[in-house]
């Protein structure tokens, strides 16, 4: 059985930073390909950021390049998500999940997920 545990949500100011983490189960980790999402209340999924099996390739949406980062420890079962130069609009629930395929598109990865994890809530507000 596939499980995804996220954390490392929480509350920070604009132009903080958090640090997120999914540690994975149930599933060849190392072997995988793994995906960012968010989303905000009231909206649908939005697309973050996949990482491939080895970490060697990393695709991020517009809307957070050049603030967030993706990484993996495959020793840990544990993919991350380094959030810096936060803005309001970050705001959302974020989830990790795992995909059947490496991707560098947003669209696809949304289609391909099939279980989350319950996700852990950023919060960007003065």
């Known amino acids: 059985e596939v499980q995804l545990v996220e954390s490392g949500g929480g509350l920070v100011q604009p132009g903080g930073s958090l640090r997120l983490s999914c540690v994975a189960s149930g599933f060849p980790f190392d072997n995988t390909a793994m995906t960012w999402v968010r989303q905000a209340p009231g909206k649908g999924l939005e697309w973050v950021a996949n990482?491939?099996?080895?970490?060697?390739?990393?695709f991020y949406a517009d809307s957070v390049k050049g603030r967030f980062a993706v990484s993996r420890d495959n020793a840990k079962n544990t993919t991350y998500l380094q959030m810096n130069s936060l803005k309001i609009e970050d705001t959302a629930m974020y989830y990790c999940?795992?995909?059947?395929?490496?991707?560098?598109?947003?669209?696809?990865?949304?289609?391909?997920?099939?279980?989350r994890g319950q996700g852990t809530q950023v919060t960007v507000s003065s």
């Open positions: 990482i491939n099996r080895d970490g060697g390739t990393i």
């Open positions: 999940a795992n995909l059947p395929y490496m991707t560098n598109s947003g669209d696809l990865a949304i289609g391909a997920i099939q279980s």
